[in-house]
């Protein structure tokens, strides 16, 4: 395939984010990708209990010429379903994870593009942390991340300064080629540990982060940086 016809895969896990689905889904549409690189999104509406099925299907209807899937979990499944539901659907030589939120700025996605079109590397990362702009909503979480990193570091043999990114970009045959067992937030350390593991390089790429608040609907918990350094370990001594 030539290089103009080649697309990004994204894929927007979305649980009750009926008030940034409609923003998140612009954003991700007014991006212009580098090398003429064409876009598909696939939206997992995981069993949201708000309008967030009635506004992408709205969206959608507003936007015909734009090609978006649109998949539903009947329940709550969790973070990580959504992510392993959206991968079955996708068709594009790139894939990137995008939260539903507006932590993230898919503007971003050219920064990540260049390392896996030039065939260097089939796997790339935006750190939070390599921009020092950035600032965090809370210390527990800023904390938490940099711990996890360090672990997922120290177990694995690679520096990594953001392990629990979003932005996580992947060839697309090689994240499907990874089987997947996690439900929820555990997709950040059981694709970084199977990544690394087959050999890969995790390349790393500053990217900007808007942090939001528990007040604002973010929804990791403390608790899910235990069950990342628990994944890690898992992992490591399978």
Sequence with gaps: ???????????????????????????VLSVLLPFEI????????DGSADETGMLVESFIREHPEVP????????????????RTGIKHITGEYVIIQDADLE???HDYSLLLPY?????YSVVYGSRFLN???????????????LVSFIASLLYGQVLTDEPTCYKMFRSSLLKSIPLDCTGFEFCPEITAKVLKKGYKIKEVAISYTPRSMED??????TDGLEAIWVLLKYRIR
């Excluded at 994204?10 to 689905?21: A, D, F, L, R």
């Excluded at 064409?38 to 509406?45: P, Y």
């Excluded at 896996?116 to 260097?120: F, Y």
């Excluded at 020092?132 to 940099?146: D, E, K």
């Design 68 to 83: 978006i899937k649109y998949v539903v979990h009947d329940i709550n499944r969790g973070k990580g379903m959504a992510i």
């Design 38 to 45: 064409k876009k598909e999104i696939v939206v997992v509406d």
């Design 116 to 120: 896996l079109h030039s065939g260097e």
């Design 217 to 222: 609907g973010k929804k990791i918990k403390w």
């Design 104 to 106: 993230y700025d898919p």
């Design 132 to 146: 020092r702009q950035n600032r965090h909503s809370y210390p527990a979480f800023y904390w938490g991340g940099r």
């Design 1 to 27: 395939m030539a290089d103009h016809e080649k697309t990004l895969s994204v894929i927007i896990p979305s649980y009750n984010e009926g008030k940034t689905i409609c923003h998140i889904l612009t954003r």
